[in-house]
C-alpha cells in the first residue's frame, strides 16, 4: 500500500503545482503584455465584493507608486473591514481624514424606527452625503479615473463596487492676464490649466440656464476631459452633433492640450490657414457663444478652441468692441492692410525692383540704385536670407527667458541688419522692408493666423522673383480661390464677404455701433436685438 501512497502523494504535487501555475496565469496582467493588451484588460475588470480581491488586483495593476494611498481601517458599524484609496499627490489631507473620523465614528450604527439596522450600504450612503460629487461606481475603471483626479475611493467587504467622493486639493495656477492677447481696455482675467476654473469664467459672464457644457473623454491613456460649450437654441443643432461626432471619433492614446484636438477636426489639412480659432481669453469665448459658435475646453489647457472659424472672426480683437466704433473700425481697419502687406510687401518689392522699375519715382528710382551699387547676390535672395535670419531671431527670442528673449531678439535684429548694410551684403532699403514685413505681422490678434501669413511671405517672394507683378497677382488670385472654398464646419471661411452678406458687413472690416448690430453673424436666431435702441436727450425722443 506503500505505493499507492506515494503514487497518490506524487499526484496531489503534481496538481498542486498546476494548480499554483493556473493561478500565475490568471493574474489580471502579465508583464509581457503591452498597453493595449493591458488597459483592454483593465476597462474589462468590474469590482468584487471582497476587499481583499479588490485591494489586491488595485495594487497589481497601479503597483507601489510613492504617492498611492491604501488605508486599511475597521467601520465602527459591526466592524467590517474597508479601506480608502487615493493619491497623495493630488487629494486635500484635511478631506481625507474627515471621511475616516465620519466612518470610523461610533455614531456611524444608525437604527431606524422600531429597532431595524439600516442596511450598510445605505447607512454608508448616508453618512457620506456631506461629501462633494459623491458617487457610486462598479468596474474599476471608473474607479481609477476619479482616483486619478484628486476622489478618494471607498471599498467595503461585503459590498460590490465602491463608492467614489470628492477630496481634490491639487495645486493651480492663479488667473492673470493672457500674455498671449494682451487688451487695452476690458477685462485682465484668462484661461488657465484647470477646465473646471475655465468653464465657470465662461458662466459668470453668460448666466443664462441654456448655457450647456457637455464632457467627453478623450485618450486612452490620459483619459482627459473635453468639454463642449454652446448656448442650446442659438447654436445650430446639426453644427452640435457634428462637433460632437468628430470627437467621439478621436481614437489616439494622450491628449495634452486643445492643439492635439485641432489637427483631428479641422475640415481639412491642405491649407496654411488655420480653420479652427484658438484663445485665452473668456471674454472672446463668451462673444462667440453668443454668436452661435461652439467652444471646445480641454483639462490641462489654457487654449479654447471655437469653431466655426472664419478670417473676419482671426483678425478682430477685443479692443475692436470696447472701443467707440469709429475708433474701433480704424484700428481694424489698419489692422487688415498690415495683415495683407505681412504676405505681400517683400515679393512685390522684388517683382518691381527686378521688372518694373517704372512704377518708381525717378529719385527713388535713382536712390535703390545706388545702394545696390556692388552688391554680390540678386535682391530675391537677400529677402529671403533676412527673412530667414528674422525668423530665427524671432524664435529664440521666444525660447528664451522672458527677461532676457525681448532684449536678444531686438540687439540681434539691430547688430544684423547694420553689420549686413555695413559689410555690403544686402542694401538698407531691403532691411526696411523686412522690418516693415515684420512690424506688420505683429498686428494679427490670432497667432495661428500670423503663422500662416508667414509661410505665404516666401512663397510670394519667389513668384515676385520669377514671374513679377504678374506672379503676385497670379498669387493673390490663388490664395484667395482657397479661401473662398474652405470651409470651416460648414461655414464659409470668407463669410460674409464671399458668399457676400450685406447684414453681416456691419461687423467686418468696420465695425457699426453697438446699437446698429441688429442682426447676429450666425446661430439658428438671427435677431440680437429690437431696432431703435440708441438713446439719447429727452428731446430727440420728442
Known amino acids: 500500500m506503500r505505493w499507492l501512497r506515494n503514487i497518490r502523494a506524487r499526484f496531489q504535487r503534481l496538481q ?5 501555475e493556473e493561478r500565475n496565469h490568471s493574474n ?6 503591452t498597453i493595449s493588451e493591458r488597459t483592454q484588460a483593465t476597462n474589462a475588470l468590474h469590482l468584487s465584493s471582497d476587499l481583499s480581491v ?7 495593476i497601479v503597483g507601489g507608486d510613492f504617492d498611492i494611498g491604501f488605508r486599511e481601517f475597521l467601520l ?3 466592524r467590517i473591514q474597508a479601506a480608502i484609496v487615493y493619491l497623495d499627490s493630488l487629494v486635500d489631507g484635511i478631506a481625507v481624514d474627515r ?3 465620519n466612518l470610523t465614528a461610533d455614531t456611524f450604527t444608525v437604527e431606524r424606527e422600531g429597532g431595524e439596522i439600516e442596511p450598510l450600504d445605505t447607512a454608508i450612503q448616508s453618512i457620506l452625503v456631506p461629501e462633494k460629487e459623491l458617487s457610486r461606481v462598479e468596474s474599476f475603471q471608473d474607479f481609477w479615473e476619479g482616483v486619478s483626479i484628486g476622489k478618494t475611493g471607498l471599498l467595503v467587504d461585503g459590498i460590490q463596487g465602491a463608492w467614489v467622493m470628492d477630496t481634490m486639493g491639487w495645486h493651480f495656477r492663479s488667473i492673470e492676464e493672457s500674455s498671449s492677447e494682451p487688451v487695452i481696455r476690458g477685462p485682465r482675467d484668462g484661461f488657465i490649466e484647470n477646465m473646471i476654473v475655465n468653464v465657470s469664467l465662461v458662466r459668470r459672464r453668460i448666466r443664462s440656464p441654456h448655457l450647456r457644457a457637455t464632457s467627453f473623454t478623450i485618450g486612452a491613456l490620459t483619459q482627459t476631459n473635453v468639454v463642449v460649450m454652446y448656448i442650446q437654441g442659438l447654436a445650430k443643432d446639426e453644427l452640435i452633433q457634428e462637433v460632437e461626432n468628430r470627437l467621439r471619433r478621436i481614437d489616439i492614446d494622450g491628449v495634452l492640450g486643445t492643439g492635439y484636438l485641432e489637427e483631428y477636426i479641422e475640415d481639412t489639412i491642405l491649407t496654411l490657414f488655420p480653420l479652427v480659432i484658438n484663445t485665452q481669453r473668456p471674454d472672446r469665448v463668451a462673444s462667440d457663444l453668443l454668436e452661435g459658435r461652439i467652444a ?12 466655426p472659424a472664419t478670417l473676419n472672426a482671426m483678425l478682430q480683437a477685443p479692443d475692436d468692441y470696447y472701443e467707440r466704433a469709429a475708433f474701433g473700425s480704424f484700428i481694424r481697419f489698419i489692422r487688415s492692410a498690415a495683415y495683407i502687406a505681412s504676405i505681400i510687401l517683400p515679393g512685390t518689392y522684388i517683382a518691381i525692383v527686378n521688372f518694373h522699375i517704372e512704377l518708381l519715382p525717378t529719385a527713388l528710382l535713382l536712390r535703390i540704385s545706388s545702394s545696390r551699387q556692388d552688391l554680390p547676390f540678386p535682391v530675391v535672395f537677400e529677402i529671403l536670407v533676412m527673412e530667414f535670419l528674422f525668423e530665427i531671431l524671432r524664435e529664440a527670442g521666444v525660447r528664451l527667458p522672458r527677461a532676457i528673449g525681448s532684449a536678444v531678439s531686438i540687439v540681434g535684429a539691430l547688430i ?3 553689420a549686413a548694410v555695413n559689410a555690403g551684403l544686402v542694401s538698407p532699403a531691403v532691411v526696411i522692408i523686412v522690418a516693415l514685413t515684420a512690424i506688420s505681422s505683429f498686428s494679427a490678434p490670432a497667432y495661428s493666423a500670423a503663422i500662416a501669413a508667414r509661410l505665404l511671405r516666401f512663397i510670394f517672394a519667389i513668384l515676385g522673383a520669377i514671374f513679377g507683378l504678374f506672379g503676385i497677382q497670379f498669387g493673390v488670385l490663388l490664395v484667395l480661390t482657397h479661401l473662398a472654398g474652405s470651409r470651416s464646419f460648414g461655414e464659409p471661411f470668407l463669410s460674409p464677404w464671399a458668399p457676400l452678406v450685406v447684414d453681416e458687413l456691419k461687423d467686418s472690416a468696420v465695425r457699426v455701433p453697438w446699437w446698429a448690430m441688429i442682426l447676429r453673424p450666425g446661430g439658428r ?5 429690437n431696432i431703435k435702441q440708441r438713446t439719447g436727450p429727452q428731446s430727440d425722443e420728442n
Open 416 to 418: 544684423l541688419g547694420d
Open 99 to 101: 471621511i475616516l473620523e
Open 54 to 60: 479588490n485591494l489586491t488586483n488595485i495594487k497589481e
Open 16 to 20: 498542486d503545482k498546476t494548480s499554483a
Open 28 to 33: 489580471i496582467l502579465k508583464q509581457s503584455m
Open 525 to 529: 436666431e438671427r435677431k440680437r436685438q
Open 296 to 307: 471646445i475646453f480641454a483639462e490641462n489647457s489654457p487654449e479654447v478652441l471655437i469653431v
Open 76 to 78: 465602527s458599524r459591526n
